[in-house]
């Protein structure tokens, strides 16, 4: 047997990302071979032009970066995307397209300015309705390339883009891109139980419980429920994250995610518990989601439809997916007491330099920057402890246990324990190293 390495769940599936519905413009889809229709980017920032219009741009090799501040792989790629338009200058241009509000891209640019010292001013505009609604997508990052004739020549991921593909469409050689496509999402409705009553199969349900392999057209998701668990579309490693760590409220552990990857110990071949995607192609990182998620839904009796956030009610519920789990596959799952390094949150005055000053609750997260205004220091607590160090072999461990609304604004890359460190002194905080015994997760052959 070997230790397979752990990658995040945000990782493992990289830029798949589903969309948040919105309201968008309801206007004709457009397509390749199709001229771009002549609107106007407004609500535009960091461009010397105030709503510039798609024909404006002829002669020019045109990208469209559909994009948000929450998508790691759009973040990630915000340098070659500098580097290409700089290269190529007036040839071609960059434009981001974000639906998300103005004060939050100009939040996220400043707040990345001061993190990393770089400056980077992509175009992008903001608040869109309009061009999703020409160019729908289920995916981020999304690109569309209109070439100098107006004319939309490819639709791809972010592995198109490359200077071999951007000289080709320069010199309008032909070049033909992998284009991108997304799943379409179905009318599945979330409340009520997978392959039942409209969902697959009529009839009254008492109990329930199905495990199925991936299902299209349903998205990635999962929702916990009063008496009931639904996950669709996630790799088979999260199914055990989430049995056998959803219920520990005490350990600080979310109720829809559960064990953090970096508690959890792996003595399994690959064949048995597959972690690592491809890791570039949307294409291939889809074909590997398709041989590796699954879905699983399982209803006790008294379900109401009800979303249910406090798990530890919910114990009997989470031991009935552990059981299933432990009949459908060839893995043994145990909880057993490990001494490892830690990152641990701890004070370090006796002063509470948190407690909140009251007023309108304030909640504004980024990679780069933390706002907290009235509200519960454990939403910063679940971002450190699942996003920020989900890839740091040390676990994180909230020492501090702050109930109390809280008051904090912090200025620094927060997946950096060092920088963090910094600014977690200014509320009587720190974040240290230091062994601890500890819960740990550990998955074996049976």
Not at 141 to 150: E, R, S, T, Y
Not at 402 to 430: F, H, V, W
Request: hydrophobic share 40%; with cysteine.
């Amino acid at each position: 047997m070997k230790s397979a390495a752990l990658v995040c769940i945000a990782a493992m599936l990289l830029s798949v990302f589903n969309l948040d519905a919105q309201t968008l413009v309801d206007v004709s889809e457009t397509k390749i071979g199709e001229a771009c229709p002549d609107f106007k980017l407004t609500n535009i920032i960091n461009f010397p032009q105030p709503d510039p219009s798609i024909g404006g741009f002829k002669g020019k090799l045109l990208i469209l970066d559909f994009w948000a501040t929450w998508c790691a792989p759009c973040i990630e790629g915000l340098p070659r995307l500098d580097s290409l338009q700089k290269k190529y200058k007036n040839r071609i241009q960059i434009i981001g397209i974000g639906q998300e509000p103005r004060r939050t891209i100009l939040a996220f640019f400043e707040n990345r300015k001061k993190a990393l010292h770089v400056d980077v001013n992509f175009p992008t505009t903001t608040d869109d309705t309009l061009l999703s609604g020409y160019f729908k997508h289920a995916y981020l990052p999304h690109f569309v390339w209109i070439n100098q004739a107006g004319i939309v020549i490819a639709i791809t991921d972010k592995d198109q883009l490359n200077e071999s593909n951007i000289e080709a469409c320069l010199k309008g050689t032909g070049v033909r891109l992998s284009k991108k496509t997304d799943q379409k999402l179905n009318g599945f409705n979330y409340d009520h139980p997978l392959l039942f009553d409209g969902n697959g199969v009529p009839g009254n349900l008492v109990l329930h419980s199905v495990l199925t392999r991936f299902i299209p057209g349903l998205g990635g998701m999962d929702k916990i429920y009063d008496k009931r668990i639904l996950v669709l579309n996630y790799p088979k490693l999260y199914l055990y994250m989430l049995a056998y760590g959803g219920s520990k409220a005490s350990l600080g552990f979310s109720p829809s995610i559960g064990f953090p990857k970096n508690r959890i110990i792996l003595h399994l071949p690959d064949s048995v518990l597959s972690t690592e995607p491809p890791a570039h192609g949307l294409d291939s990182i889809m074909e590997w989601q398709k041989r590796n998620a699954y879905c699983y839904d399982v209803v006790l009796p008294g379900y109401t439809a009800k979303p249910k956030h406090d798990s530890a009610l919910q114990t009997d519920l989470y031991q009935t997916m552990q059981r299933d789990l432990d009949n459908a596959f060839p893995i043994k799952a145990s909880i057993e007491r490990k001494k490892v390094k830690c990152l641990v949150l701890v004070r370090t005055s006796t002063d509470d330099k948190l407690k909140s000053k009251g007023g309108k609750p304030e909640y504004e997260l980024t990679a780069y920057s933390l706002h907290l205004r009235n509200i519960p220091l454990n939403n910063f607590i679940y971002y450190l402890r699942y996003i920020s160090f989900q890839l740091d072999s040390r676990p994180f461990i909230d020492e501090v246990q702050y109930s109390p609304n809280a008051d904090i604004d912090i200025n620094a890359m927060l997946s950096d324990p060092i920088s963090l460190s910094r600014e977690l002194k200014k509320y009587g905080l720190d974040l240290i190293e230091v062994e601890r015994e500890i819960d740990m997760l550990v998955l074996t052959d049976k």
